[in-house]
């Protein structure tokens, strides 16, 4: 999944409510949210592709994979989105592991050189 290509079909949205204002008013989110995404300021949101998908029935699979259907036309799709966004949900949780066992591993090496300095 590549953000620049979820962005590029982000912005066709936005061209087809008539702006970032008009698709804000569409989906109740403020339009610096949607300029942020756009410009790369702020990561592309699952809020953000759920709103799309919930309120205005885009597909997640095109918004996300840039295949199928434009629309949503199956009673599937919202399955689609709650799957997406456990998916998601896993994915921090792996990267908040990750992140606590580097700095385990961080603190271990630095015990290790202060115990190989001692020995010295």
């Known amino acids: 999944m590549s953000d620049e290509a979820i962005i590029k079909r982000l912005k066709v949205v936005v061209k087809e409510h008539g702006g970032q204002l008009g698709l804000a008013g569409a989906i109740g989110v403020d339009q610096g949210f949607i300029s942020k995404v756009i410009n790369k300021k702020q990561d592309i949101s699952y809020y953000l592709i759920r709103k799309l998908c919930f309120q205005l029935k885009y597909s997640p699979e095109w918004l996300i994979l840039g295949t199928g259907e434009k629309m949503i036309n199956k009673p599937e799709s919202a ?6 966004q456990m998916m998601r949900t896993e994915v921090d949780i792996l990267q908040a592991r990750m992140r ?10 630095e015990q290790l050189r202060i115990e190989d300095k001692k020995a010295v």
């Open 79 to 84: 399955k689609l989105i709650t799957e997406i």
């Open 100 to 109: 606590a066992y580097e700095m385990e591993l961080k603190e271990l090496r």
